[in-house]
């Protein structure tokens, strides 16, 4: 690549490279602060992980939760971000994170196509802790109509199947927390979006487009930023990766990228933001960095395209890093003929449905969020050198009432009408729990006595191992038809079925360290000047936590902002 001609060369005040959220916001942002921005996408689509994601922001004090007379206060925010971050973050960016986010979704509300809704009832992820709420702290979109977006609509990243009803129609995150818990009205809510979606198919035939019209949470958010970017025509070029930050006196004054095969320098008279996502995708770099084993294949972000170009080519100026040993684990399932595996956020709650290690034993409460289950299979299997993979059992009962993973519950998908293919890889069964342990590999003494034990603690509503189910976070994905313990019920109804959990991720949380302006610092602690780095190619503001839904793609936009607003008063 490097001795390819350099051809037409451009300018810009700013280069954002890499189309999440975070870095459609943070050319929004520029443009709107009177930059010219230009946006450089790697991939032939837009949107990356963000796209495919859940769009949930976790943004305290935000004024859709005080419109709905939710109680937060900074004070509150603040003592939670800093009992969840500990000291692995420093200070300043915290609060620069606690003093910019609800501008952040002020500026959403007001400048730009994206809509969100306070998700009332979503907890944060550490209830124990102090100034943790009950709800009120995440936002979730609302369905964009996007129609919008005319021929662009067909470069927008697909979302994943895993977000959508049925596989291919947009709910919003409160609809489908509302269906998994099985709430009042939830069996009519989903029949109506399914005969909203049938009664669409002119539209669909008209464009000759398979999807549904309505775009869906990440989907419904990039799509928002990416007609907001239309509407200001701020130019995105897709298939142009960066190759490499151009550095004079050791300043970032632009960017390298490739054009079919063809090298091409533009150069950012103020600055360039890194926004082009972690390094989940490079399996060399995996190894280098986080804990053994490790797989490309385990990640359910979007195959191929983040592989850490932005932080190899910005230590290339020195730049440090921080967190490299951390991701955003998440539990995964892989599915013949899916490019990224499937991640398995809500599901270990539902009553019924336990995951062992292949001593048969459970080493962690199946409800907790998914960073920490992530963590603890690890932490298992550095203990027991079986945990990688990892079982979720169930029985008959479980499978007819709920989901798990790509398998619906077997009311609307049942065992015939799952794909051959699937069976003995993504789902194994068997009519006793000895001969489906057999079929998995895993001790069948040791399942056999976590079941019995488990399924006397469903009878008493206690956990005595993990206390699953003992908190509001926990309860949140629970039946709440089931008592005494919404995420407790008996396996006992054979047909048993097991299902296969790899030690994924939704990306990476380590990388460049950056100062509360979202500048990349180098070996000496100093600012690089004119180099901004957001999102997960930025080493997290969370630090080693989660602290609730949102708590990436909202200090991405967030440090998006921060990072514009900072780019436009350099001089
Ligand atoms: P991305 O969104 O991945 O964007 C990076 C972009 O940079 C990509 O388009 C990529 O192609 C591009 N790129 C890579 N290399 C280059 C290069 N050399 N040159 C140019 N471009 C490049 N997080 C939340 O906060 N809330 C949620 O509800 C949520 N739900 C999730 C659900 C799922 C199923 C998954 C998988 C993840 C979810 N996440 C969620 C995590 C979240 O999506 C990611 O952490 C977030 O999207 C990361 O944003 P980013 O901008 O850093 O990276």
């Known amino acids: 690549m490097t001795d390819a001609p350099h051809s037409g060369d451009a300018q810009f005040d700013v280069v954002v490279v890499g189309s999440g959220a975070g870095g459609m916001l943070a ?37 859709h939760a005080k419109r709905s007379g939710l109680k937060d206060s900074p004070e509150a925010a603040k ?27 002020d500026y959403l509300d007001e400048k730009t196509r994206v809509r969100y809704a306070v998700a009332a009832q979503y907890p944060d992820y550490y209830p124990s802790l102090p100034g943790a709420l009950a709800g009120g702290r995440t936002l979730d979109p609302e369905l964009f109509d996007a129609s919008v977006l005319g021929d662009e609509l067909k470069r927008l990243r697909p979302p994943s199947p895993t977000t959508l009803l049925m596989g291919k129609i947009a709910w919003t995150a409160r609809q489908a927390h509302k ?18 979606f049938r009664m669409d198919k002119a539209w669909r035939k008209k464009t000759g487009l398979r999807r549904d019209r309505y775009a869906a949470l990440g989907s419904a958010l990039v799509a928002g930023l990416r007609r907001s970017m239309m509407d200001r025509d701020i130019p ?26 063809v090298l ?57 890093t921080a967190l490299m040993d951390w991701a955003w684990w998440c539990p995964t399932i892989g599915v013949p003929k899916e490019t990224s595996q499937r991640g398995v956020f809500a599901e270990r709650a539902f009553p019924g ?18 960073l920490e289950f992530g963590k603890a299979m690890y932490d298992d299997h550095q203990r027991t050198g079986k945990t990688l993979p990892a079982w979720v059992i169930f029985d008959a009962h479980f499978r007819f009432h709920y989901a798990m993973g790509p398998i619906m519950p077997g009311q609307i998908m049942p065992d015939r009408r799952i794909p051959q293919e699937w069976w003995d890889q993504v789902l194994w069964t068997a009519d006793s729990l000895d001969a489906l342990a057999g079929k998995i590999g895993v001790d069948p003494a040791g399942l056999r006595e976590t079941v019995d034990r488990m399924n006397r603690f469903a009878q008493t509503g206690k956990d005595l191992d993990f206390d699953r189910g003992g908190n509001v976070y926990d309860r949140y994905y629970g039946d709440v038809n089931v008592k005494p313990n919404p995420c407790l019920a008996p396996i006992q109804k054979g047909p048993f079925y097991a299902m296969r959990l790899d030690g994924g991720d939704i990306g990476t949380k380590g990388g460049l360290l950056t100062n509360a302006h979202a500048q990349v610092i180098n070996q000496s602690g100093q600012p690089i000047r004119g180099l ?37 008063q350099q001089v």
């Open 27 to 63: 050319a929004l942002r520029a443009h709107d602060l009177g930059l010219s921005v230009v946006l450089v996408e790697k991939a032939d689509v837009y949107g990356g992980t963000s796209a495919i994601s859940g769009g949930g922001i976790w943004i305290p004090n935000n004024r």
């Open 79 to 105: 003592a939670y971000v800093e009992a969840s971050v500990g000291d692995s973050v420093e200070a300043e960016r915290i609060a620069a994170y606690l003093d910019a986010a609800s501008r952040m979704a």
């Open 179 to 196: 269906a998994m818990s099985k709430s009042f009205g939830w069996r009519f809510m989903v029949v109506w979006a399914m005969l909203k």
């Open 236 to 261: 995105l070029w897709l298939s142009s990766p960066l190759e490499r930050i151009i550095e004079e006196g050791g300043s970032a004054v632009g960017v390298e990228i490739t054009q079919s095969g």
């Open 264 to 320: 091409r320098r533009i150069r950012a008279r103020k600055g360039v933001i890194l926004a082009s996502g972690g390094f989940e995708q490079n399996q060399s770099l995996r190894e280098q960095y986080l804990p053994a084993p490790t797989a490309v294949r385990w990640s359910a972000t979007p195959a191929g395209q983040n592989t850490g170009d932005s932080l190899v080519a910005a230590q290339a100026l020195g730049a440090r």
């Open 353 to 370: 449905a336990i995951v062992v290690n292949g001593l048969g034993r459970r080493f962690a409460n199946e409800a907790e969020p998914y």
């Open 532 to 568: 901004y780095a957001i999102g997960n190619c930025s080493s997290s503001v969370m630090g080693t936590s989660y602290p609730g839904a949102g708590s990436t793609l909202g200090p991405a936009m967030t440090f998006g902002m921060i990072a514009a607003d900072h780019l436009s």
